[in-house]
């Protein structure tokens, strides 16, 4: 989950931001599987903490997640979501939590061959987003006409991951 610059019209799903002198942002929570791929999107206010933004960003998947809980999905997250309710949440899915700190990752990438770290996936998906300069600085004051960008940034970027090896050179 990321605060984004601060929208300057204003509008829906924004909300003080707690880091900018409680001006109006809006935040992004993306769930990507394994390749950075997005598959599931929420905005709210930046004032909103990440982990209520956790089930609505979940139940923005637009396919039907499988029944079977031996696939063993794991969520890598960050200190922001180690509370129960999140623990509880994503068990209710199928899904394995993985929460560390920032810290815990870097110690561990120091100490552990091979290790990678998984929230960078989500991390570079969102700097993809921010190469779409319609979505760097929300300029909408419609929440709908936001998410219908964030839609399409999301649809080329899957089109773009889908077909990276077919590219002429």
């Known amino acids: 989950m990321a605060r984004w610059p601060n929208p300057p019209l204003g509008g829906e799903r924004t909300g003080p931001n707690p880091t900018d002198r409680a001006k109006r942002g809006v935040k992004r929570s993306l769930l990507c599987e394994g390749a950075g791929v997005p598959i599931g999107l929420e905005v709210a206010g930046a004032n909103i903490r ?23 999905c794991g969520v890598c997250l960050d200190k922001g979501y180690d509370y129960s309710e999140v623990y509880e949440l994503l068990t209710e899915f199928g899904f394995t939590a993985h929460v560390r700190s920032r810290r815990e990752e870097a110690d561990a990438f120091k100490h552990e061959a091979g290790f990678r770290a998984g929230r960078w996936v989500v991390e570079r998906t969102h700097s993809w987003l921010n190469r779409f300069r319609r979505l760097l ?6 929440a709908r006409t936001y998410i219908a960008m964030l839609h399409l940034a999301c649809g080329l970027i899957t089109w773009r991951e889908a077909f990276k090896n077919d590219l002429p050179k």
């Not at 933004?53 to 039907?64: F, K, N, Y």
């Open 137 to 142: 600085v929300r300029w909408e004051k419609q």
């Open 50 to 72: 990440d982990e209520k933004l956790l089930r609505a960003t979940i139940d923005s998947i637009p396919i039907a997640l499988p029944d079977n809980a031996e696939l063993g």
